[in-house]
């Protein structure tokens, strides 16, 4: 009845509009007010495992099922939650065949979860993983479900960029579209697109960079990470062929010492003269995420934790040609939904794809810098494609707690605008 009474809330008979403009310029929705409500929607936990460099760390040998399924178990024992309850299941992934269709199934019965949980994926390239998480919230809101879990997983190890797209099955007709031969730009070039025209120098991009860095290394020291991290064990091969069982507790990312003086000496990775260097971009990373969301009433009904709620959630589309610029213009719409300003956030998870394009966010947004990725961000954490937006919830949570705040934000670019 209670899913009913919401779905006929929505529904307006013709007679009843006085403007139809009204279709055409919708006024901003929540899914959640400033005070809590049992129709909110929660985060009962977001957990992430380490994330290791691509094609030379820790899961290089690890298959994205197994790096999913670690999860999907500890998840279930962080919270004792009964799958039964869970109504939905969706993941983020963007290099796999298919979104990781197939494995991600897999993965959920590898992690102990029963079949009759129903599975889906996604692929909204970087910002896959957060997606899917909105995706459930919503599915939640509208009654559709009570409890969900959602996430996203890469391995750019074995599933590198790129590696699945065969241009001479592409349309012709895409060079005669500016906006759609432009969606094959390499991401590094729309990174110095938005340095040239935001001005933005190598100088700044760098001095970021060591920002990244310096912080996630002092997180790892004071063990900030320990509580959204579920330890891996894996098997490695040696170079010798010969295979060892280890535990992965840790990021491999973040680099001590690194300063701007050291990565003034690399040189451009996509064009002479450029600015946007193998420094001051993310990394390439191999990782899973997962959050478990509920209805408040129904976490509260089956003594679920409580550590958060989603109040809102936007996307904007931009020009392929600068896609690093989404956050400054998502942001914005998802924070005017919630009704609260740039100066109510206390600390922005801003993906950093590239140095100049998180730059270009927090200078045009006007964001104080040490709002900022507190904890690091991708360029020293890394950034396995589908998983980043979840493990940006992940990360965002302890911060908050920790520090006693409130409101957080995770954002990022999204390949092709």
Do not use: Y
């Not at 996203?152 to 797209?165: A, D, I, K």
């Amino acid at each position: 009845m209670d899913r009913l009474q919401r779905i006929s809330g929505h529904v307006v008979s013709a007679a009843s509009v006085a403007d139809s403009t009204a279709f055409l310029n919708p006024q901003p929705t929540s899914m959640a007010g400033a005070q809590a409500d049992d129709s909110d929607v929660v985060i009962c936990c977001a957990i992430r495992t380490p994330l290791a460099k691509a094609k030379k760390g820790g899961f290089k040998d690890t298959a994205p099922e197994e790096m999913l399924a670690a999860l999907f178990a500890a998840i279930v024992e962080r919270t004792k939650v009964d799958p039964k309850q869970i109504g939905d299941i969706q993941i983020g992934n963007v290099l796999q065949p298919g979104a990781s269709g197939l494995t991600s199934r897999m993965s959920q019965f590898l992690g102990g979860l029963p079949f009759d949980i129903p599975l889906s994926v996604v692929n909204r390239q970087c910002s896959s993983g957060l997606q899917a998480t909105a995706n459930i919230a919503a599915s939640i809101k509208a009654g559709v479900i009570d409890v969900g879990l959602a996430g996203g997983v890469e391995s750019m190890t074995m599933f590198p960029m790129t590696g699945g797209l065969d241009i001479n099955k592409l349309s012709p007709k895409i060079v005669d579209n500016d906006l759609a031969a432009s969606c094959l730009m390499p991401m590094g070039m729309t990174s110095e697109n938005v340095a040239e025209k935001w001005g933005i120098p190598r100088e700044r991009q760098d001095a970021m960079a060591a920002d990244s860095h310096r912080k996630a290394i002092q997180a790892q020291k004071a063990g900030l990470f320990k509580e959204e991290i579920v330890p891996v064990k894996v098997e490695v091969k040696n170079a010798d062929g010969s295979k060892k069982e280890v535990v992965l507790d840790k990021d491999e990312g973040p680099r001590e010492g690194t300063s701007v003086e050291s990565l003034a000496k690399l040189k451009p990775a996509f064009k002479p003269g450029g600015s946007t260097t193998a420094g001051n971009a993310s990394q390439v990373t191999d990782g899973a995420a997962l959050v478990l969301l509920a209805k408040r009433s129904a976490a509260k009904k089956l003594g679920l934790p409580i550590v958060g709620r989603v109040r809102s959630f936007a996307v904007v589309g931009v020009d392929p040609k600068l896609m690093g610029i989404g956050p400054a213009f998502a942001i914005p719409p998802a924070l005017e939904k919630a009704g609260v300003k740039i100066d109510d956030i206390d600390v922005f998870e801003i993906n950093e794809a590239f140095a100049s394009q998180a730059t270009m966010t927090i200078d045009h947004l006007k964001i104080p810098m040490e709002k900022v990725n507190p904890k690091g961000g991708a360029i020293a954490l890394g950034h396995p494609l589908g998983a980043t937006g979840a493990r940006q919830i992940a990360t965002l949570l302890p911060e908050l707690k920790r520090t006693g705040k409130k409101l957080g934000v995770c954002s990022m670019c999204i390949g092709s605008g």
